[in-house]
């Protein structure tokens, strides 16, 4: 990565799409993703759905719906949904934000950019988190999970479409972050540019190979790109780049200092297996 590819591409677009799990916060920091799926395993038991071995011992509840959703009975399908959302909703109280999350979010507005999430995980989750972080102002659409069609989770593009066609905004002007082969795979499918964080070394490789358009390390770079376009914005008289209609303003002022007072440090120092897929 070479910060000069971050900036061009930041650039280049019109609107910044977020995944979730990854480069906004680690939601599953402290109720652990093993143990939600471990308690997914366990109330599809207690329905006596007979399930695969290898889902015994998964660490990803999303892999535990997504192979639910193969099944025929949309009524264990739901149940397994409820079950998730609530996890989730539990899950974020103690997620750990990621650092320079919160600091591409605002300094993405600045530079009058919209910011959606598109996630995998449950739109609920998401606005509770975005909430609970004084940043719902600043995201909009926030497009979770279908509800109980794990099918149409990333890597199924449809999520991502859907965002850019609510910010009216051409999908080859849009970049999306994310942390996992589904968010670049679902990324290329809706024509949208990527930018790959790739929060573990491992990951570095294999997400150039995956071709996203840019690979970081940290979202570090993303946020001094953007705080530098914002305060070009700035200099030109508020209308930045051609962007004077979606700037909207920034509804906390304390929200105005972008610039991080986090280091970065991992977010979350457990081991997270299944990140590549999702
Ligand atoms: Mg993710």
């Not at 900036?7 to 599953?28: Q, T, Y």
């Not at 719902?136 to 850019?164: C, D, F, L, Q, W």
């Not at 508020?238 to 209609?245: E, I, L, V």
Request: glycine fraction near 8%; proline fraction near 7%.
């Amino acid at each position: 990565m070479n910060a000069n590819d971050v900036a061009a591409l930041l650039n280049s677009v019109d609107a910044v799409l977020l995944d979730f799990d990854g480069p906004v916060c680690s939601i599953f920091a402290g109720y652990p993703a093993h143990d939600i799926a471990a308690e997914l395993v366990e109330l599809l038991h207690r329905h006596e759905v007979d399930v695969p071995s290898h889902l015994a011992g998964a660490r990803d509840p999303l892999e535990v719906l997504r192979w639910t959703g193969t099944t025929t009975d949309q009524r264990i399908t739901r149940l397994v949904e409820d079950a998730l959302c609530e996890a989730e909703r539990r899950a974020v109280a103690t997620a750990a934000p990621t650092p320079y999350g919160r600091e591409v979010i605002v300094a993405a507005r600045q530079a009058g950019l919209p910011v959606a999430v598109v996630s995998n995980n449950s739109a609920g989750a998401v606005s509770a988190y975005l909430a609970a972080h004084r940043l719902t102002g600043h995201v909009s659409p926030v497009i979770g999970r279908a509800y109980a069609e794990p099918e149409r989770m990333k890597p199924n593009p449809e999520p991502i479409s859907r965002a850019v066609r609510m910010l009216d905004v051409p999908p080859a002007r849009s970049v999306l972050v994310g942390d996992s082969l589904s968010d670049i795979e679902g990324a290329h499918a809706a024509g949208v540019r990527v930018i790959a964080y790739a929060n573990r070394p491992a990951k570095l490789d294999t997400f150039q190979a995956a071709g996203a358009d840019v690979v970081v390390a940290s979202m570090g770079p993303l946020a001094e790109a953007l705080v530098a376009g914002a305060e070009q914005a700035e200099s030109v008289g508020g209308s930045g780049r051609g962007r004077g209609d979606i700037r909207a303003p920034l509804r906390d002022s304390e929200d105005q200092a972008a610039l991080p007072e986090n280091g970065d440090r991992p977010a979350d120092g457990s081991p997270r297996d299944t990140e590549l897929l999702h």
